[in-house]
């Protein structure tokens, strides 16, 4: 807090908004505006920056502590009872007061939440469940898809890219880089975005170029993507070219600099005759409801660029980005099959106590017989996926626990039966974690000080 009130930001005090955006632009840092035309104040955009300037450091510090105290001060309770908002537009749920579905990962929390006397916990989810969907996509649109084949056939997507990036069996961080692409990639994350994506949320770290090279890379390992990502606007173009060869490429770019009201690459005015042919001929082909428009904005470049996705599962969304485009497909079916599976399971008898998007958390009696149980809830909401995605293997995994394990795995006793993950189970795993970490530090110390030269 001193780095922050050194630079006159005191968290609560209006116009502190104000004092934010005065202070970043003194360090000269490049953020995207939101909006409402503000800074962006996201983690995502200013993690970059964090290192090299303390204010950056000092402020997404306080976020997160913020973001901590808020989720503590509604855990005052024996019980607590979430509120579901069941249809967001994108298909999910989520919660609020407390947000149980968005923890933080490293705090401890999850583990505060225990099952009822008698009972322990089982949780589980799909496996890779939106890489199943998005499958389930491409096979509907083109009749055949790559990732179709190799999860059919039973091949782990992240080892099998991971082993295509490196040109051998895929490592630990070879598949972490893998997971990065999988699941940022079908998004339609540019190279930036990507960027900053694979260093948040899987720790790995890409230039801009390298990350241009493993979009292509992937682009060549899935080839029906390349149909999937193409952009609408330059399909809706293709039957309204503007003059003999001229593609449809070239004319999507033209096309989206006039309606954004910006000049040539050389800084020039487009030609007359060319704002007309966006004007008046593009513009009412792509989006007829903006016909007469003749002034350029980049308000009115996002109103005609806006797509409308209708699902396989019949869900309707207008109005979205080219991001939302590509991912609402799969992602809206991945959340309807499991919302079938939620049902099911309620109508079942399972008193489910967590809905994570993927994952559901069961209390089961202690007495029960473990192994049985698990294999009956996995075939529920296998089936009940399978529903919306017929054509493409479903897979799902459980544990059992005696608290709300973030990274639980599934354990038996000396017999072979499934028994509880506990508390023991975790540390040991954390432990071996730390192992390696602390070797390397150790092994850098004894290099630094000249040990066993």
């Given at each position: 807090m001193a780095e922050l009130k050194d630079n006159g930001y005191v968290p609560h005090i209006k116009g502190v908004t104000k004092v934010y955006e005065s202070v970043v632009k003194s360090l000269g840092l490049s953020l995207p505006l939101t909006k409402t035309g503000k800074l962006s104040q996201a983690g995502d955009?200013?993690?970059?920056?964090?290192?090299?300037?303390?204010?950056?450091?000092a402020f997404l510090s306080y976020k997160e502590q913020k973001k901590f105290k808020d989720f503590v001060v509604n855990l005052d309770k024996p019980r607590i009872h979430t509120r579901f908002n069941t249809l967001l537009n994108t298909g999910r749920t989520s919660s609020s007061k407390p947000n149980i579905q968005n923890l933080p990962r490293e705090s401890g929390i999850r583990a505060c939440f225990t099952p009822t006397q008698g009972y322990c916990f089982l949780q589980i989810d799909y496996s890779q469940l939106e890489l199943r969907t998005l499958a389930q996509c491409l096979l509907d649109r083109y009749g055949k898809s790559k990732m179709a084949e190799l999860i059919n056939s039973g091949v782990d997507l992240h080892s099998w890219f991971g082993s295509q990036i490196v040109g051998r069996p895929a490592e630990k961080k070879d598949?972490?880089?893998?997971?990065?692409?999988?699941?940022?990639?079908?998004?339609?994350?540019?190279?930036?975005t990507f960027a900053a994506y694979a260093r948040k949320s899987y720790n790995v770290y890409l230039s801009e170029e390298r990350a241009g090279e493993l979009k292509e890379l992937w682009l060549d390992a899935f080839p029906e993507?390349?149909?999937?990502?193409?952009?609408?606007?330059?399909?809706?173009?293709?039957?309204?070219?503007?003059?003999?060869?001229?593609?449809?490429?070239?004319?999507?770019?033209?096309?989206?600099?006039?309606i954004a009201g910006e000049l040539k690459k050389?800084?020039?005015?487009y030609a007359p005759k060319m704002k007309r042919w966006a004007f008046e001929t593009a513009l009412p082909l792509i989006a007829p409801h903006l016909a007469g428009e003749v002034d350029g904005s980049y308000?009115?470049?996002?109103?005609?660029?806006?797509?409308?996705?209708?699902?396989?599962?019949?869900?309707?969304?207008?109005?979205?980005?080219?991001?939302?485009?590509?991912?609402?497909?799969?992602?809206?079916m991945a959340a309807d099959g499991c919302k079938i599976?939620?049902?099911?399971?309620?109508?079942?008898?399972?008193?489910?106590?967590?809905?994570?998007?993927?994952?559901?958390?069961?209390e089961i009696l202690l007495e029960a017989d473990l192994e049985a149980v698990g294999a009956h809830v996995k075939k529920i909401i296998v089936d009940a996926m399978k529903i919306v995605v017929p054509d493409v293997n479903i897979d799902a995994e459980f544990v059992f626990t005696d608290r709300w394990h973030k990274d639980a795995e599934l354990v038996r006793d000396e017999q072979g039966k499934v028994r509880l993950y506990t508390d023991k189970d975790q540390q040991e795993k954390d432990a071996k974690k730390a192992a390696p970490k602390a070797a390397r530090a150790a092994a850098g110390s004894a290099m630094d000080v000249g040990v066993g030269a």
């Open positions: 955009d200013l993690e970059e920056y964090r290192v090299a300037y303390p204010f950056v450091n598949r972490q880089c893998a997971k990065a692409c999988n699941f940022g990639f079908p998004g339609g994350l540019g190279k930036k993507m390349r149909l999937y990502m193409a952009d609408s606007l330059e399909r809706r173009l293709d039957c309204c070219p503007p003059w003999e060869g001229c593609s449809s490429g070239i004319a999507a770019g033209m096309f989206k600099r006039i050389d800084g020039t005015p308000k009115l470049l996002k109103k005609a660029l806006a797509e409308t996705i209708v699902t396989s599962t019949g869900r309707i969304r207008s109005n979205c980005s080219y991001c939302q485009a590509r991912n609402t497909p799969f992602q809206a599976a939620l049902y099911e399971l309620i109508r079942a008898g399972y008193r489910v106590v967590n809905f994570i998007h993927d994952e559901f958390i069961i």
